[in-house]
């Protein structure tokens, strides 16, 4: 089974909050930290909200590079 070599981050409205989907465990983990780290005492999330944004449109999606055969 291949793994989708896509790091992606989508709102569930089932769920009421982010699904990250990773191709493996410490991407996932990097990608989590990035959304709920703190800095300026807020997550970026926070930050988001504040300023304005709909974080239920938020979806931030990254590929990773085809290697040469």
């Excluded at 991407?27 to 989590?32: A, I, K, P, S």
């Excluded at 930290?33 to 709909?54: I, N, P």
């Amino acid at each position: 089974m291949r793994t989708k070599p896509e790091l992606c981050v989508r709102w569930s409205k089932r769920e009421r909050d982010f699904l990250i989907d990773y191709p493996n465990g410490p991407d996932g983990h990097l990608m989590h930290a990035f959304l709920s780290r703190e800095f300026l005492d807020k997550t970026m999330v926070q930050h988001l909200k504040e300023r304005g944004y709909d974080i239920t449109t938020l979806k931030i999606s990254v590929r990773k590079k085809e290697t040469a055969k």
